[in-house]
C-alpha cells in the first residue's frame, strides 16, 4: 500500500469518528421519569402531550411522593396534590400505562380499564407479571423523579470519554503514520 493512500484512509478514518455521535439517555435531556415503588425502581418513557411536560416541570423542581391505593384489581391511584392540565379521551389503559385522571390523579396500571384518560407515559422493561406482583398486593408510596434511584445520573460524559479515547488513538496512529512515512521516505533518499 503506499503511502498517500495509507494517509488518505487515516484521515478518512479520522474525519468518520469524529463525526459520529455517541449519546445516551440522560435524564435531563430525555422524556423519562422514574418512579420509587415497593422497593422497585421502574422506568417511565414520557408521552408527548401536555399533560407529560407539565409533570416534568413540576418534577424538575422536586420529587413528587404520592400515596396510592388500589383500585378495581387493575391500578394503583393517588392525588398528586397539583392539577395538571388534561386531556382526556377513551382508552384503553393497559399494563405499564400511567394515566392521569380527573386532572390529579395518578394510575399506574397492572391490568387493564377502559374509560376517560389522558396517558401520561409507559413503564418500560417490565412485564406484566412482574407489574401486577408488585401492585396488586398492597398500597404503596410511589416517589416520582427525573432522576434514577440509587444510582448517578447519565451525564454523558462516560460516552464523551468513549469518543476522546476513539480520536486519541486515532490521532496517535496518524501521527506514527506520517512518522514511518516521512522516515521512510528520509530513508530512501540516503540510500540514493
Known amino acids: 500500500m503506499n503511502w498517500k ?3 488518505i484512509m487515516l484521515i478518512a478514518f479520522m474525519l ?33 402531550n401536555e399533560s407529560a411536560r407539565e409533570l416534568k416541570t413540576l418534577l424538575s423542581n422536586e420529587n413528587i411522593s404520592i400515596s396510592m391505593s388500589r383500585n378495581g384489581g ?3 391511584y393517588g392525588d398528586i396534590g397539583r392539577t395538571l392540565t388534561s386531556n382526556d379521551t377513551r382508552i384503553t389503559a393497559e399494563a405499564g400505562d400511567v394515566i392521569l ?10 391490568g387493564s380499564n377502559t374509560y376517560s ?32 434511584f440509587g444510582e448517578v445520573p447519565n451525564t ?5 470519554t468513549l469518543k476522546f479515547r476513539i480520536m486519541s488513538v486515532a490521532g496517535i496512529m496518524s501521527i506514527i503514520s506520517v512518522g514511518v512515512i516521512l522516515f521512510r521516505r ?7
Open 5 to 7: 493512500r495509507m494517509v
Open 156 to 160: 454523558g460524559i462516560r460516552d464523551m
Open 101 to 110: 385522571y380527573n386532572s390529579r390523579y395518578l394510575c399506574v396500571f397492572y
Open 186 to 192: 528520509r530513508r530512501e533518499k540516503n540510500v540514493a
Open 74 to 76: 387493575f391500578e394503583q
Open 16 to 48: 468518520v469518528m469524529g463525526s459520529m455521535e455517541y449519546t445516551n439517555v440522560s435524564a435531563a435531556t430525555d422524556d423519562v421519569f422514574y418512579i420509587s415503588a415497593g422497593g422497585k425502581q421502574l422506568k417511565v418513557r414520557m408521552e408527548d
Open 117 to 148: 384518560y389522558t396517558k401520561i407515559g409507559k413503564i418500560q422493561g417490565m412485564g406484566n407479571d412482574e407489574l401486577k406482583n408488585l401492585l396488586s398486593e398492597k398500597d404503596l408510596t410511589m416517589t416520582l423523579s427525573l432522576n434514577s
